[in-house]
């Protein structure tokens, strides 16, 4: 997509099956999904959202360094066009891991990549998700994920007075979700 080698290898990371949601599987962001198990127990037949995803480290825009994969740095860097503005958005993968050196010292190496500059942007913005953001989603939630719904509308973002640019999730956050399953009516 952005003309950078890509990474192939996932290796052991799921980090994208937690943190971010998925509408064909009806899941919420931060809610493991039911089909991780020692990678992804139906990835013959996963969806296509699944198929195409790439968090920046698998588009290469973080070198090949297995230790600045999602699951080993502790946060989910994402690409996010619209138009000609894009997002760089952080998922954190543990409560304050985007403000650890490393997440900020890994977030400049994917602004400053050569192949993000060539791409006629007017603006990047930054989100930062922290850990267990209940991100509000359009789409329906599955009866298996119903408990880790997101309230309808709570996905303020605080905009960094600072730094205009960058801005922060500031909804309800929790724990990582897992999948209930859905207990037989009595007979
Ligand atoms: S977060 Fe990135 S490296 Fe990890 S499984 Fe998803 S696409 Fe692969
Ligand atoms: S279906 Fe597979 S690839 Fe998709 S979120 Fe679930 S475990 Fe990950």
């Known amino acids: 997509m952005l003309g950078a080698p890509v990474n192939n290898q996932c290796g052991e990371c799921t980090a994208c099956c937690d943190a971010i949601g998925s509408s064909a599987l009806g899941k919420p962001y931060y809610t493991r999904c039911k089909h991780v198990a020692n990678g992804c127990s139906i990835y013959e037949t996963r969806p296509h959202g699944c198929q195409i995803y790439r968090c920046a480290w698998h588009l290469g825009l973080l070198g090949d360094r297995t230790d600045r994969r999602p699951d ?3 946060v989910l860097f994402q690409i996010e066009p619209e138009g000609r503005t894009c997002s760089l958005e952080i998922y954190e993968l543990s409560a304050g891991a985007a403000d650890s ?39 329906a939630i599955a009866p298996e994920y119903a408990h880790a719904a997101p309230p309808a509308e709570d996905g303020t973002i605080r905009i960094d007075s600072h730094s205009p640019s960058e801005g922060r999730f500031e909804g309800r956050t929790r724990e990582l979700a897992f999948a209930r399953v859905p207990t037989a009516e009595p007979g």
């Open 72 to 74: 080993q740095c502790g």
């Open 101 to 139: 050196e490393k997440a900020k010292y890994l977030k400049q190496i994917i602004l400053n990549n050569r192949h993000f500059q060539k791409l006629p942007l007017a603006k990047c913005y930054v989100r930062v998700y922290p850990f267990g953001s209940d991100i509000p989603v359009t789409f």
